[in-house]
């Protein structure tokens, strides 16, 4: 079976729009994101089986998929990514959700654990911790700082 199926898309666009929440993009963007793997998540018939039988007008019967997104998951089950991934991951690697996968972290602090600090994985985040960094990072306060130690 394809990899693509509608789980693994929709899967794909949630991710998109978590990088996205971690960068502080366009809201509204991000919002349509994840409206778009709601539905295609839950889709009865296989994207990959619409595509090849009604094209990206066909796509765009799913509730929350337009133009822009149809094409981006034709994209995907061509090629298994699209451009707009590319090129956000390139900035902010695909690992930095694993931050926001630790308790204590939410993507307002694993924007700046990235942007300022340049912690990019949960790896990177244990090294970061053992040095002492936790410290460093406003809105991380003595309890947080030990949750987050905790659950690594």
Known sequence: ENAM???????????????????????????????????????????????????ISGLQTIPGVGKAIAGKVVELLNRGSFDAWDRLTAE??????????????????AALLHQRFKVSSRDELKKFIADGGLEMVDGIGPKTAERIKEAL
Request: negative net charge.
């Open 92 to 109: 902010t690697p695909e690992s930095v959700l694993e931050l926001v996968e630790v308790p204590g972290i939410g993507p307002k602090t």
């Open 5 to 55: 199926n509608n789980e693994a898309i929709a899967r794909r666009f949630y991710r998109l729009a978590a990088l996205m929440e971690i960068r502080d993009d366009d809201p509204f963007r991000l919002r349509s994101y994840r409206n778009a793997a709601e539905a295609i998540e839950v889709w009865p018939t296989s994207l990959k089986e619409i595509a090849e039988t009604e094209g």
